[in-house]
Nanobody, 123 residues
Framework: QVQFVESGGGLVQPGGSLRLSCAAS????????MGWYRQAPGKQRELVAT???????NYADSVKGRFTISRDNAKNTVYLQMNSVKPEDTAVYYC?????????????????WGRGTQVTVSS
């Protein structure tokens, strides 16, 4: 079983900053990638940033230069530093992990999602 603890969401003014964090725990053998997605009201879930283990970090064009993703592999934690936020960044932000864990007597690789944390950018 894999669990996620997300934190850091809230209300922030335009131009401000916010830091999200997501810690994965459980019977984890390997983490291949961690990242963040978001879903605004009435819109589809979209990629914000992903960070593969040993790979190239990928950002959505809309957040390049403003958001920074980072990982603490020892803590199985991914962060999203959000700077110069805009009202259009308002959304529920979801943690995502591509990992291999032990379940039902075997190790299986699959995608996992956190429950999401609300970010609201408003004055």
């Amino acid at each position: 079983q894999v669990q996620f603890v997300e934190s850091g969401g809230g209300l922030v003014q335009p131009g401000g900053s916010l830091r999200l964090s997501c810690a994965a725990s459980g019977s984890i053998l390997s983490i291949y990638a961690m990242g963040w997605y978001r879903q605004a009201p009435g819109k589809q879930r979209e990629l914000v940033a992903t960070m593969p283990s040993g790979g190239i970090t990928n950002y959505a064009d809309s957040v390049k230069g403003r958001f920074t993703i980072s990982r603490d592999n020892a803590k199985n934690t991914v962060y999203l530093q959000m700077n110069s936020v805009k009202p259009e960044d308002t959304a529920v932000y979801y943690c995502n992990a591509d990992l291999r864990s032990y379940s039902g007597g075997s190790y299986n690789r699959r995608q996992y999602w956190g429950r999401g944390t609300q970010v609201t950018v408003s004055s």
